[in-house]
C-alpha cells in the first residue's frame, strides 16, 4: 500500500484517481466507507480512495464524521494519507472548511508535519509565494481572486494567499516552503528548521511548475518512510508522488492513452453552474444533443410531474439514440445555490432514469454528472459502492467504471467537475 486519500468532493476525488489509474497504479474509489466485503474484493491494490462530501459541510459535520473515515484509511498503513479538495482551493469557515478538516487528521494520524500541496501544474492551478493563480476559461492564468471562483455561488474565493486563507478558517502559523527554497535544493534544511521550532507544524508549499513538483514529492515521500504523512491539497500531491514512486521503481510507466470506442446514447445530467460547464451546454445544443431544463427549486419541492415529464422527455430521446442532457443551469443562476438540495434531488430522478432505462431497452452508452457538488450528492443515491479507473478524457475528468450489487455494475462513469474541460467535451466522452 503505497497511499490513501477522502476526497471532500466526488468530482475530485476522481481527479486522483485518473492520476492513480492512468500511472499503472492499482486503485479503487469506495464511495464512503468500504464494507469488509467490498473492500476484500479490492485487496490487490495499492491504493485507496473514499469519496465523500464535507465540501459542502460544516465544521460539526466534520467533527462528528471525518474521525470514522481517517481511522477506516489509517487501517490500511499507508506512508501517506490525503485529505483531497480542489485544486482552486474553494472553502470557507462555515462551508468546506479545510483548516477544520487539517485539525482533525493531525489528532487522528499524529503526523510529524502536515503538508499543503495545492498546486497542480497539469491542471493549470499554480501556488506561487503562498498564493494561489488558476487558468480560467478564456485560457489566461488569474490570481484565484480575481477568477472566476471568486464568485462561487456557495465557496467565493475572495483571498488568494492560502496562509490568510486557512487562518480565517482556523489554521495558524502555516510555515511556507517556497520557489527560491525549492530551486535551491534548500527545502530539506529549511523543513528541518520548521520542525525544530515546534511539533507538527502545517506548511505550504509553491508548486508552479514539473521540476518544483518533484522537489516536493521526493521530500514528502522520504519522510512518509520514517513515519506515516497526513497532508492536505489537491491532486497535484498525488502527481508529485506518481513521480517520486516511478523513479523509485515502485510504479511501472504510464499506459498508453487510447481512443474511446462509441457505446451508445450519452446520458448527462448537470447542476453546475460555472462558466465552462455553461460552454459545453451550449455546444452541445449547438450540436444535436436533446437538452432538457428542469427548474431546481421545482425539482427539490416535488413540484407534481417535473421530474417524471423529465424522465418522459429523456426516455424518448434516449430510445431513438439521441444524446441527452437534463441541466439546472445555463451559467451562474440569479437565485441562491440549493447544495445538497439539488444533489439529492437530482440523484433520485437520475436513479428512476437508469432504472426505467434497464426495463425497457433503452441503453445509455455512457453517463456523465456535472458538478463538484451535485455529483457529491446525486452519485450516491445510486446504489455504487466503488468506482475504478477506466480511460481519460481530460485532465481531471476520467472514464470511471462503476461498481455496484445492482443493475449499474460495469457502468461507465464522468464525474466532472464545473471547471474541468472544453467546450466539446461531452463528445469526447461518447465517443
Known sequence: MLYTYYGDDFTGSTDVLEQLGSNGIPSVLFVGIPSPDHAARFAGVQ???IAGDSRTRSPEWMAENLPAVYRALQQFRAPVNHYKVCSTFDSSPTHGNIARAIHIGAEVFCPEFIPIIV???????YVAFGNLFAAAPDGSIQRIDRHPMSRHPV????EADLRHHLAAQGLHNIDLIDIPALESRKAAHLLDTYLAERPC??????????????VVGDLIW???????LFAAGSSGLTAALVDTWRKAGLIPEPLPASTLPYAGPLLVVSGSCSMATERQLRYAMEHGYVTIALDPADLINGVRGVRQHAIDDAMRALS????TILYTALGTPAAPAHGDRLGIALGTLLRELLQRSATHAAPIGRLVVCGGDTSSHAVQQLGIHALTWAANIAPGGPLCRAHSDGPLDGMEVVLKGGQVGGADFFDLVRG
Open 119 to 125: 498546486g497542480a501544474p497539469h491542471l493549470r492551478r
Open 155 to 158: 465557496t467565493p474565493m475572495h
Open 47 to 49: 491504493a485507496i480512495g
Open 201 to 214: 507544524p502545517p506548511v505550504l508549499f509553491d508548486t508552479v511548475n514539473n521540476a518544483g513538483r518533484a
Open 222 to 228: 522520504s519522510r512518509a518512510q520514517q513515519r506515516p
Open 320 to 323: 431513438s439514440g439521441r444524446d
